[in-house]
């Protein structure tokens, strides 16, 4: 067989791609993967790399069906795309059976990681997300160890997170042994277990080679373009990723307010180019992951400043979020993808502000921040309230009002306002070892600090429209034989909705999966 001959290419090495080649290849199929960066592993190598899976058939997720699935996911999702949302409850499950037979992936259910909207019928309390098992990269294919790693990565599990949650009792000494020794957990291990997988299976893998066009003829695919080079391919999955490292596609089509972006820098929309010059249909260009984020100075991912999803940080007590006239204006501990809409109803030139004391430095999480010593570039310190709202440009008579009414609120348990640490999914996050509301505490303690936190997205949901089997269509509706797209390379049908930790890479993976499948046939 000629190297540029081959029956299925999948673009991108994510976790949509990997799960695609590793279906295709097991199937029988000579694959392809492309990577257009020098690095593998995509958007998925950095994140947290939990995966959502309803009904998934384990003894802690007892009790859950796919009714139920489906009535939870009815309320969040867009019912347009009803056969979408039974496609992926129905296969989701068969996808995880399927990579743990064919990989060295390992699924580690979370007992405890709440759904995200906890008033909806069908929301669980725990048991539909999924951690990753750690993995050896020593024991793994070489292409493994190209996996990229982000900034500020510790080779923690999640339910180690559960019990530690805070610097203090974090046992360094064990992840540092495990970082020097080779084992890896989170996005990082989800793409390096998959990708060990597909190699194995018969997958090859190309680096620095990005997807430039898909050539077809009259009955549909015949190739692709990496770069002035052709590869003849009877099939193509296009699992590209999102479109927002773009600067100019995300100031053209994402909210007004967005800040910043944490898809990987190679996320550049290659899809939408190849949608455009085929004359495919495509929807959801608006939509996204929205994620609050702050901005590290030094985290860095190829070359260019890199920022921090804010999860854990907004549930615990001791801080609040205020906007330009020093007035909260959400509940601090929603999940991120509500938070994001929120700060988008602030308006194009939106502006927030968490705000904490030396009570929360000395026990609480943040990118960049210490319990003590010298602050990072983007924290802000004052000895006084009205000194911090000076030095970031706030009201600091509406500052002052906030943090006095918050810190009644504290007294009482209570926030009046907007709720926070009513839902169990604010409580997951709050601090288990504090009494009475564990996510509200005073902000009392000088000296105090702030950083900004920009309106962010992991990725956008735009995309060519695609079928139940991952089969993009043309404008007029019928299918381009050959042609694929999963993941946020495809109009992703799941609108402005976000079920449950995980759920991006569900998806994802799951129509990557069927994808495969139907390529390999």
């Not at 257009?36 to 003894?59: D, F, H, K, M, Y």
């Not at 940080?313 to 959400?330: D, H, S, T």
């Not at 042609?483 to 993976?509: E, I, K, Q, R, S």
Request: proline share 7%.
């Amino acid at each position: 067989m000629s190297e540029q001959e081959f029956d299925v290419v999948v673009a991108g090495s994510g976790a949509t791609g990997l799960t695609a080649a590793l279906a295709a290849a097991t199937g029988g199929a000579r694959v392809l993967v492309l990577e257009s960066a020098g690095e593998l592993g995509g958007t998925t190598a950095l994140s947290g790399g939990r995966v959502w899976i309803p009904a998934n058939g384990r003894p802690e997720n007892a009790g859950d069906s796919e009714e139920l699935a489906n009535t939870y996911l009815d309320r969040i999702f867009d019912t347009r795309y009803e056969p979408m949302i039974r496609t992926f409850v129905h296969e989701a499950r068969a996808m995880a059976e399927f990579v743990e037979k064919h990989s060295p992936h390992r699924f580690a259910i979370c007992p405890n990681y709440p759904d995200y909207h906890q008033d909806y019928e069908g929301a669980t309390q725990g048991g539909r997300c999924f951690d990753v098992g750690p993995v050896h990269l020593r024991e793994l294919v070489p292409e493994a160890r190209s996996v990229r790693q982000p900034p500020g990565y510790s080779p923690i599990t999640h339910a180690e997170w559960e019990n530690w949650r805070y610097p203090a009792n974090i046992d360094t000494e064990l992840l540092a042994s495990r970082q020097a020794q080779g084992i890896r957990t989170g996005g990082l291990g989800l793409a390096a277990a998959l990708l060990d997988g597909a190699v194995r299976a018969g997958a090859t893998v190309w680096a620095n080679a990005p997807l430039t066009a898909v050539l077809t003829d009259s009955d549909g695919v015949t190739g692709v373009r990496v770069g002035e080079r052709e590869i003849r391919a009877s099939s193509v999955i296009l699992a590209t990723g999102a479109f927002d490292a773009d600067d100019s596609l995300r100031r053209k089509l994402l909210p007004a307010g967005l800040g910043v972006s944490a898809s990987a820098p190679s996320d550049t929309g290659i899809a939408l180019t190849v949608a455009e010059e085929l004359g495919l249909a495509t929807e959801n260009l608006g939509e996204g992951w929205w994620m609050p984020m702050a901005t590290p100075e030094g985290d860095v991912v190829d070359g260019a400043p890199y920022p921090r999803g804010l999860v854990r940080e907004r549930g615990v007590p001791r801080q609040i979020v205020v906007n330009k006239a020093g007035r909260r204006f959400l509940d601090e501990a929603l999940p991120y993808n509500e938070f994001g809409k929120a700060m988008h109803r602030q308006g194009a030139d939106v502006e927030a502000y968490l705000i904490f004391d030396e009570g929360f430095r000395a026990r609480y999480p943040l990118p960049g921040l210490t319990p003590s010593g010298p602050l990072p570039a983007h924290i802000v310190t004052a000895p006084d309230l009205p000194a911090l709202a000076a030095r970031i440009g706030v009201d600091p008579g509406g500052l002052a009002e906030s943090v006095e009414r918050w810190n009644g609120f504290c007294a009482e348990g209570v926030d009046h306002d907007f709720h926070r640490g009513d839902n169990a999914y604010d409580r997951y996050y709050g601090d288990p070892w504090q009494e009475g509301n564990p996510c509200l505490g005073p902000i009392d303690r000088a000296p105090y600090y702030a950083t900004r936190i920009y309106s962010g997205v992991i990725g956008s949901k735009g995309g060519p429209v695609t079928d139940t089997a991952g089969r993009v269509l043309t404008r007029d509706g019928t299918v381009l034989s050959g042609l694929y797209a999963a993941g946020n390379a495809a109009a992703f049908w799941t609108c402005d909705g976000y079920p449950g930790p995980g759920a991006t890479l569900a998806v994802g993976m799951t129509f990557g999966y069927l994808a495969g499948l139907d390529a390999a046939r």
